[in-house]
């Protein structure tokens, strides 16, 4: 049985739903203490343009502005977050956070772009053929539970099997992940920030 309930996010930084959904997971992560997260990086070409970004950007007031180079090759970035995840945990999440390429427009296929965004926290290597193993091993597991796109969560609920788990695919399903888990839910964008979003 799973002591507690969790929640697995696969993504690629390419996906623009993935940097709406990881700003928009932190927000409600805040208030549901007693689920355990998990980011797992995964080539998103290896399971599958612009939409409603823009809309979604207005209404959450996450900055937004899709890049000129799109898609870029997402591979070095994610083989580096995999390090990262293995070797300096306690920076990994910073390091997905960063706006480089939905705000700034950088090419993060590029290694000078990536080693400038993340300096001093960039120490490792994502060229060792064991990080490039176990970037492969995330992806194919994220095919093997059906992911066919980024943001994917696995989400397990406390008190049921352990190999029981749910799949909620997109960056608007947080209403009915908190729904399905019984955690609360205080909308899209927290009362503070209200002001500044607009439709």
Known sequence: MAARASIICYYDLISPYT?????????FRKQWPDVDVTFQPILLGGVMAKADLD????VTGIPFKFPTQFPV????PMRLLT????????????????????VHGHNIS????LQTALKPIFK????DPEIK???KQNTDEAIARGVFGAPTFIVKKAGEPAEKEYLFFGSDRFEMIAAFLGLPYSGLIPKDAAANAKL
């Open 19 to 27: 940097f709406m959904g990881f700003k928009l997971f932190n927000r």
């Open 55 to 58: 809309r979604i950007s207005a």
């Open 73 to 76: 090759s997402t591979i070095l």
């Open 83 to 102: 390090v990262l995840q293995i070797h300096e945990a306690e920076k990994y999440e910073q390091c997905i956070d960063k706006d480089e390429y939905f």
């Open 110 to 113: 590029q290694a000078d772009v």
């Open 124 to 127: 490792s290597d994502a060229t």
């Open 133 to 135: 193993q176990i970037f």
